[in-house]
């Protein structure tokens, strides 16, 4: 009991991981919840004013007979943004778990902490500069102050704090050159965005051609390969520079992150000489 206390207890780091997962499971939760639980507020109105139900199933008399919740699970589940902040929760509960061995099992080491706030950075960035305008202009948003808040929880909050206690605060083991880990490391890092990229695409064409409407078919615009112009653009295109775009964004923010850690080890290792 008294290691608990001072190892646990009286340890700052401890009670901020916790704080960091509950706030990321709370935006999760209500991120899913909100929508689950309103399914037939998921609507698209074409020019004609004819309003679409997205998970809405019908019966025989073209009545809605239920509304499609697995549908709804999966295609939230499919999102970068809900997968990228259950990797941070997933991360901070094993930090909680494990505190006193971070830096020391493999899914606290370094390196494997580095790549979770790199995704997480992903989501921040794609999100904020390249979908939101797009979803302010949408006629059909009826978002309340409740659908904001876990919007920028995911979006902003959990991204801010797991990037600063990572690259700041986290214990870390030990440490490569720049160069190394550029050579070594870094390459490691765009397996999961490649598979997702592949995922997203073949999933999105496999919905469209089975009748799903293109709003939820694809999770992200710039996924819709077939679209021939997407925002002025052919969805190929767009493709490609999502590509480019996130390639430097992990590229850029994990050699600043590697950086950054780098120094801030050193100035540990300055203070317990000096």
């Known amino acids: 009991m008294q290691n608990f206390i001072k190892y646990y207890c009286r340890d700052w780091r401890f009670w901020f991981k916790i704080i960091i997962a509950l706030v990321a499971l709370f935006g999760l939760l209500t991120n899913y919840l909100t929508n689950l639980l309103h399914l037939d507020k998921m609507i698209v109105t074409d020019s004609n004013n ?4 997205l998970w809405a199933v019908y019966d025989q008399t073209e009545a809605i007979s239920h509304w499609n919740y697995a549908g709804y699970t999966i295609w939230w589940i499919s999102f970068f943004t809900t997968q990228s902040n259950f990797l941070v929760l997933i991360w901070f509960l094993i930090a909680i778990i494990c505190h006193r061995q971070e830096g020391i099992i493999k899914p606290l080491k370094t390196y494997f902490s580095l790549s979770v706030a790199v995704y997480i950075t992903v989501t921040c960035l794609i999100y904020n500069f390249v979908l939101l305008p797009g979803i302010l202009k949408n006629k059909d948003l009826m978002w309340g102050p409740l659908q904001w808040t876990e919007q920028i929880i995911l979006h902003v909050i959990v991204p801010i704090l797991t990037i600063i206690y990572i690259v700041i605060f986290a214990k870390q083991s030990p440490l490569v050159s720049t160069k190394q880990f550029y050579q070594q490391k870094l390459g490691w890092y765009f397996i999961y965005p490649i598979l997702y990229g592949v995922y997203g695409v073949i999933k999105g064409i496999l919905c469209e051609y089975s009748g799903m409407h293109l709003k939820i078919a694809y999770q992200y615009f710039f996924l819709q390969i077939t679209n021939p112009k ?5 969805g190929i295109v767009w493709f490609i520079i999502a590509i480019v775009l996130i390639s430097g964004i992990i590229t850029a923010f994990g050699g600043l992150y590697h950086f950054s850690i780098l120094k801030v ?7 317990k000489n000096s």
């Not at 004819?50 to 139900?53: E, F």
């Not at 997407?230 to 052919?234: D, E, K, S």
């Not at 080890?265 to 203070?271: D, E, G, I, V, W």
């Open 230 to 234: 997407a925002q002025g653009l052919p």
């Open 265 to 271: 080890a050193k100035h540990h290792q300055q203070s």
């Open 50 to 53: 004819q309003v679409t139900y």
